[in-house]
Nanobody
Framework: QVRLVESGGGSVQPGGSLRLSCVASGSIYRINVMAWYRQPPGKQRELVAKLTSGGDTVLADSVRGRFTISRDSAENTVNLQMNGLEPEDTAVYYC???????????????WGQGTQVTVSS
C-alpha cells in the first residue's frame, strides 16, 4: 500500500512564493516519475512539472522560469518551488507519482489529495 502526503499550499499575494512537498511512503520498490498537476477553478487538470527517475524535467510553458521541481530520492519526496506567483496560478495542486511496488514488475500511478494554492491581492 502506498500513501502520498502533500503539504505547503496556502494563500499568497502576487509575486510571492510557496513551496509544495509530497512524500510517498509504503511498499515502494522504485519511483519512476514524480510530478505536479494543477486544476484551476472551472478548468481541466493540467501538468505543471514532471521529473523522471533518469533526471529528465518537463515544465509547462506557463511556469517555466518561475517554478522548479526537485526530488529528494532518499526521502521519496518531490518538491515544487513556486516563485513569482500570479493570480493565474490559483488552483488545486496534485502530486502524481508513478512507481513500481515491491514484488511487482509494473508501474502504478497514485495521486495526492490535493492542496489549494490561492494567489490574490
Amino acid at each position: 500500500q502506498v500513501r502520498l502526503v502533500e503539504s505547503g499550499g496556502g494563500s499568497v499575494q502576487p509575486g510571492g512564493s510557496l513551496r509544495l512537498s509530497c512524500v510517498a511512503s509504503g511498499s515502494i520498490y522504485r519511483i519512476n516519475v514524480m510530478a505536479w498537476y494543477r486544476q484551476p477553478p472551472g478548468k481541466q487538470r493540467e501538468l505543471v512539472a514532471k521529473l523522471t527517475s533518469g533526471g529528465d524535467t518537463v515544465l509547462a510553458d506557463s511556469v517555466r522560469g518561475r517554478f522548479t521541481i526537485s526530488r529528494d530520492s532518499a526521502e521519496n519526496t518531490v518538491n515544487l518551488q513556486m516563485n513569482g506567483l500570479e493570480p493565474e496560478d490559483t488552483a488545486v495542486y496534485y502530486c502524481h507519482v508513478n512507481l513500481t511496488p515491491r514484488n511487482a514488475d509494473w508501474g502504478v500511478t497514485y495521486w495526492g489529495q490535493g492542496t489549494q494554492v490561492t494567489v490574490s491581492s
